[in-house]
């Protein structure tokens, strides 16, 4: 079953007056439930604005968008925020943690916008912490914590609602490379456990961890084929 | 649906904000706090007009009307009404002979004597010689003691009752009732004492007067044609106009007034003072609330700027709360709760100043803050906290999620 069909996907952007760029050319792509998906492409091929539009941020200008077999090119705001809520879950490159709050807040945040009663928030927070190997770092603050710890902050703050899809853009762009890895492994660990994770990405190693890969051009699909060698960290103990 | 939840999440990070931000919250909040220390200071000093006139007007009674040379609120020449006959102690008996409608008539002379007893002394009291039914004619409370009787004032005996004012100045320490004063020299014996009236009107008040039988009066203070003011009550109060009208008829009976020539004396009331003060104290309390209203509102202006401040310097956690689900409404009451919160507090902390500074002005009118106005002062300060903070608020709901994520 797919998770996103995405149909002669247009995107273009007013630049005031008459000049207008077209970010998205017209891209077609469906991802299955459960695949591991890189998007690849340099600065300028439109992989930001295809990302904005799988995580409903933003909406194409023309084309159509199926969530789950519902359509979401033409939603409004509100429906488009509960989508983001309940059935995606972001990570992004400079983690975007609330640096006021701590670990369980943060992780907490996605439940309070589905309105999940307190103390079921606080318990799936502190149980997704804990999936992470963060449960012992619940009350720290983002600025408490190390580099790959406010990753993984963040990937239980995607990770709580159960989404459909876990939208990482650059996740290990902001970590040195021994941190990068363990974040790597980690999404290995949370594919095998059944998720549908899109990779956005300029880095080819770590477009390698996915098993398949979609390079843009221009605003264009360039490229869309299996990755054959498959690039799979050996966790320490288990080697 | 999840509008309480949105609430409370929406206050809890509006106090940890406001909290991050201590020293900007206080200078903001500094406003709002001037704004309702005014407008509720302006709020007590205005009841307390109203009070001290209401005292004073009560001091007149209700079903009292008084015939006199002069009217108290007039636009008629004032030559003319200088050129009046006096009114004459002779016409309380034709008015009580005649008029069926009151039952209690006194005629009041007034004169400016210095009091002593023993080494107290009061300059430039007021002296009244009057009967005994002045103390059904008059809105006035015994303290202590009694009034003096219809043969004592018939009789023209040394006797007075004092004020307030009188009694506080010649007997700090003493009981008056039964201590005999000298009014111009003349000893007189104190029966009875008034209860404080306080109020506005230093001319008509009980509280720095001597009540002295007429008779005693005119043998002492002379003046057998001196202008007289004739109280009367009016038996029911229903019949106030008929009343006025009937007395009316006598007076005009009396002084020899032909038909189609206008009265040469007066009938006043209470009505007629409570009429124009009514509108006065509206005046004075809506421009004296206007003027400190523009204290608070400038106060709202700085939460506005502030708010404005504070959406821009969060752009991008308002682009993180949207791309993980917080909808339009959310974000609008986060800040909106914000704003109101801001002003709440300097609403509460304006109040808390606000009341000590009340009381004294107590000092100098009677007053107190009304309930109705701590009530009021922070609902108008939420008020404000909401209006100030929409726009503002609204700007930040309706932040593109993609440009908010990408402020740096």
Known sequence: MNVIELNAIVKTYDMGGAEQVMALQGVSLNIKKNEYVAIMGPSGSGKSTLMNIIGCLDTPTSGQYLFNGLNVSDMNDNDLAKIRNREIGFVFQTFNLLARSDSLHNVELPLIYAGVPSSERKRRAQETLANVQLGDRSHHKPNELSGGQRQRVAIARALVTKPSIILADEPTGNLDSKTGEEIMMLFEDLHKAGNTIILVTHEAEIAEHAYRTIRLRDGKVESDEIVTKRRVYQRAHAS | ?408
């Not at chain 2, 039964?178 to 008040?205: C, D, H, M, N, S």
């Not at chain 2, 002379?222 to 008929?242: C, F, P």
């Not at chain 2, 917080?326 to 002003?343: G, H, N, P, V, W």
Request: overall charge positive; some cysteine; aromatic content about 8%.
């Open chain 2, 1 to 408: 649906m999840y509008f309480l939840t949105e609430l409370k999440e929406g206050l809890a990070i509006s106090f940890r904000a406001i909290r991050a931000n201590k020293m900007r919250s206080v200078l903001t909040t500094l406003g709002i706090v001037i704004g309702i220390v005014s407008v509720t200071l302006m709020a007590t000093a205005i009841e307390g007009v109203n009070r001290a006139f209401e005292r004073s007007a009560a001091a007149f009674g209700t079903d009292v009307l008084y015939v006199q040379k002069f009217p108290w609120v007039s636009n008629e020449d004032w030559a003319t009404i200088r050129n009046r006959r006096n009114l004459e102690v002779p016409y309380v008996a034709k008015v009580e002979r005649q008029a069926s409608l009151i039952d209690a008539v006194a005629p009041v002379v007034t004169t400016r004597r210095r009091l002593t007893y023993g080494i107290n002394s009061m300059e430039g009291a007021m002296v009244s010689g009057t009967t005994a039914a002045y103390l059904s004619t008059a809105g006035v409370t015994l303290n202590d003691g009694r009034f003096f009787t219809a043969e004592e004032s018939s009789g023209g005996r040394p006797v007075c009752a004092i004020g307030a004012v009188v009694a506080e100045n010649l007997f700090p320490n003493e009981d008056p009732i039964g201590k005999t004063i000298r009014v111009a020299g003349f000893p007189y014996t104190v029966v009875g004492t008034f209860e404080k009236q306080g109020g506005l009107f230093g001319a008509f008040t009980s509280d720095n007067r001597v009540f002295v039988p007429l008779f005693s009066f005119q043998t002492h203070y002379g003046g057998r044609r001196r202008d007289v003011t004739i109280q009367v009550r009016v038996a029911d109060l229903k019949q106030m106009e008929d009343a006025k009208m009937e007395l009316e008829g006598i007076m005009r009976a009396i002084r020899h007034i032909p038909p189609g020539k206008p009265n040469d004396f007066s009938i006043n009331q209470q009505e007629i003072l409570t009429q124009t003060f009514a509108p006065i104290s509206l005046v004075i309390a809506t421009i004296g609330l206007f003027i400190t209203g523009l204290s608070l509102f400038v106060g709202g202006i700085g939460i506005m700027n502030i708010m404005f401040v504070s959406v821009t310097e969060r752009t991008r956690e308002i682009g993180i709360r949207k791309a993980i689900g917080a909808k339009r409404r959310t974000i609008l009451i986060q800040f909106l709760s914000e704003a109101a919160a801001l002003c709440l507090i300097g609403g509460i902390l304006g109040l808390a100043i606000a009341f000590p500074l009340s009381l004294i002005v107590d000092q100098v009118l009677p007053t107190a803050m009304p309930l109705s106005v701590v009530f009021i002062s922070i609902i108008i300060s939420l008020v404000v906290g909401v209006i100030s903070g929409f726009l503002p608020a609204y700007r930040a709901a309706r932040m593109d999620p993609v440009e908010a994520l990408r402020y740096e």
